[in-house]
C-alpha cells in the first residue's frame, strides 16, 4: 500500500510542468459543480448549493504541482477522517470545506490535457473549444457506487483517474491520428461530432458522477440522509432524456 501511495505522489508531481500548471477554466469548472445537483439527495443538496458562491472561488482555483503532490494525501482525510467527525460531533465545518475542495481536485484529475506532454497551443485550444461547447454535453451518471472507494482502496482510485485520464491525453499529444487538427487555430471549426467533443464530454461525465461518488461516500460513512435519492443505490449508468426524476428511491 505504501509503495503505490509513493507511486502516486511521484505521478501526480510530473502531470504538469512547474512553469505550465493548467486546469479547466472557471466557467467549465463552475459549470460541472452545478452538474451534480441533479444526482444528490435533497439534504446534501441543499448544503452544496447553499455555498455555491464560495465554492466558486476554490473549484477556479489552479492547481499548483506542490498541491497535487499532496493530493494523495487528502484522500484519507476525505473519505475517512471527515466524515468520522460528522459522525461524531455532527459538525457540517469540515464537510463544507471538502466538498468544493474535493469537487476542485477531482475534476482536475479528469482533465487530459494537463499531461505535460500535451503541447500548450492544444491544450489552450482544448480548452476554449470545451467552453464553448459545454451546454451541448448531455447529462450522463455512472452510478453512486465504486468499488474502490468503497473498499477503502483509494490508492487504486487515484490510479485509475489517473490511467483514463492519460489514455485521452494521448489524443491530444497525436491529434492527427484521432482526426483532430495540428494546428490550433483550426479547432474553432469543430463541433459536437469531433473528436474533441468526445474527449470533453466523456472526461467531464465521468469527472462530475465521480465527484457525487465521492461525496455520498462522504456523506453516507458520516450517516447523513440519503432518503428522497434520485435514482437507486445501485444504479450502474443512466442517460436521461430530462433531468432524473426526483421519485424516491431506496437508499441502503
Known amino acids: 500500500m505504501r509503495y503505490l501511495w509513493v507511486l502516486s505522489l511521484v505521478g501526480l508531481a510530473g502531470v504538469v510542468a512547474p512553469s505550465d500548471v493548467s486546469a479547466w477554466g472557471c466557467?467549465?469548472?463552475?459549470?460541472?459543480?452545478?452538474?451534480?445537483?441533479?444526482?444528490?439527495?435533497?439534504?446534501?443538496?441543499?448544503?452544496?448549493?447553499?455555498?455555491?458562491?464560495?465554492?466558486?472561488?476554490?473549484?477556479?482555483?489552479?492547481?499548483?504541482?506542490?498541491?497535487?503532490?499532496?493530493?494523495?494525501?487528502?484522500?484519507?482525510?476525505?473519505?475517512?477522517?471527515?466524515?468520522?467527525?460528522?459522525?461524531?460531533?455532527?459538525?457540517?465545518?469540515?464537510?463544507?470545506?471538502?466538498?468544493?475542495?474535493?469537487?476542485?481536485?477531482?475534476?482536475?484529475?479528469?482533465?487530459?490535457?494537463?499531461?505535460?506532454?500535451?503541447?500548450?497551443?492544444?491544450?489552450?485550444?482544448?480548452?476554449?473549444?470545451?467552453?464553448?461547447?459545454?451546454?451541448?454535453?448531455?447529462?450522463?451518471?455512472?452510478?453512486?457506487?465504486?468499488?474502490?472507494?468503497?473498499?477503502?482502496?483509494?490508492?487504486?482510485?487515484?490510479?485509475?483517474?489517473?490511467?483514463?485520464?492519460?489514455?485521452?491525453?494521448?489524443m491530444l499529444v497525436r491529434p492527427v491520428e484521432f482526426g483532430l487538427p495540428s494546428e490550433p487555430s483550426a479547432w474553432a471549426d469543430l463541433d459536437f461530432r469531433s473528436t474533441a467533443f468526445g474527449i470533453a464530454a466523456l472526461r467531464l461525465q465521468r469527472g462530475i458522477s465521480r465527484v457525487v461518488q465521492v461525496w455520498l461516500y462522504l456523506w453516507r460513512q458520516g450517516h447523513g440522509s440519503l432518503r428522497d435519492l434520485p435514482l437507486p443505490y445501485d444504479t450502474h449508468l443512466y442517460i436521461p432524456g430530462r433531468s432524473p426524476s426526483k421519485r424516491p428511491a431506496s437508499s441502503e
Open 27 to 170: 466557467d467549465v469548472q463552475t459549470w460541472a459543480y452545478r452538474q451534480t445537483y441533479p444526482w444528490l439527495p435533497p439534504a446534501l443538496r441543499r448544503l452544496v448549493m447553499l455555498q455555491e458562491d464560495v465554492a466558486r472561488a476554490t473549484v477556479c482555483r489552479t492547481p499548483t504541482p506542490e498541491e497535487a503532490q499532496a493530493l494523495p494525501r487528502l484522500l484519507p482525510y476525505w473519505l475517512k477522517e471527515v466524515p468520522q467527525r460528522l459522525y461524531q460531533t455532527g459538525q457540517l465545518g469540515p464537510v463544507l470545506q471538502t466538498l468544493p475542495e474535493s469537487a476542485r481536485w477531482i475534476l482536475w484529475l479528469h482533465d487530459p490535457s494537463v499531461y505535460r506532454e500535451v503541447d500548450p497551443s492544444i491544450r489552450r485550444a482544448f480548452y476554449e473549444f470545451t467552453r464553448r461547447h459545454l451546454e451541448e454535453i448531455p447529462p450522463v451518471f455512472y452510478g453512486y457506487r465504486d468499488p474502490d472507494l468503497e473498499a477503502g482502496r483509494w490508492d487504486r482510485w487515484l490510479q485509475k483517474v489517473r490511467a483514463e485520464s492519460h489514455e485521452y491525453a494521448q
